[in-house]
């Protein structure tokens, strides 16, 4: 991705939450020149967990087709007595069309709500013991509460206000339709350097093209704030 691509998406996502009425906390407002000024032993808890924007297109190349802008409002993190907080929150913007690859989590259990906008639509499947998509086995999530029983690869649409619980290993892709969807997400704690598994070849994050000044840090680009 293009640093440009990545300093308006975030420019955008505060104005779309701002139309939600989504109030942000403050580290989610503070520009790279912001985080530079601050004292940054007060904001440890944001910085070891990274919590903060991510903006990816999962090594595609094309945002606007596969790609989703989240920001993580809070974590903890496995086996940790500093931060022993064990779920996370997330909120997710999904644009109009706009896809996130299949994948699913080796560990977290999570449930995916579509606050507001348009469908959030969701295509499950069970990944089998050597990581493939179980063409067979029938899928069974809760939408609300309410037990929903799917075949392999149909489509499930969540309307605004709906929500699907997720367990481990049930690879999942995503999308919205009829208009951008403002998505959250609660969980496990969220790791995602070791617990994602992605049925193609891709990646979690982006290779960052430098062509305009950072405006805004992704959350695993805060190492640059002891760069001198």
Request: glycine share 8%; with cysteine; aromatic share 10%.
């Amino acid at each position: 991705m293009k640093r440009s691509q990545i300093n308006y998406a975030i420019d955008k996502a505060h104005a779309i939450a701002a139309t939600f009425r989504v109030c942000l906390p403050e580290f989610a407002l503070f520009t790279a020149e912001a985080w530079r000024e601050q004292p940054l032993e007060e904001w440890s808890e944001v910085l070891d967990l990274q919590l903060g924007w991510d903006i990816t297109d999962f090594g595609r190349g094309d945002f606007s087709k596969t790609g989703l802008t989240l920001l993580t409002l809070r974590n903890g993190a496995l086996h940790s007595t500093a931060y022993p907080k064990p779920y996370a929150e997330k909120m997710l913007q999904i644009q109009q069309e706009q896809q996130t690859p299949w994948h699913f989590h080796a560990h977290k259990m999570e449930d995916i709500l579509n606050r507001g906008g348009g469908d959030l639509c969701m295509q499950l499947g069970w990944a089998t013991d050597d990581a493939l998509f179980d063409e067979q086995r029938r899928v069974e999530v809760r939408v609300d509460g309410r037990w929903r029983t799917l075949k392999p690869g149909e489509t499930l649409v969540l309307k605004p206000g709906q929500g699907v619980c997720l367990p481990p290993r049930l690879y999942h892709r995503f999308w919205a339709e009829k208009a951008l969807v403002l998505g959250w997400e609660i969980s496990m704690v969220n790791d995602d350097k070791r617990d994602n598994h992605f049925l193609e070849p891709g990646g979690r994050f982006p290779v960052i093209d430098e062509d305009v000044p950072v405006k805004w840090l992704l959350s695993h680009e805060y190492g640059r704030l002891n760069v001198t």
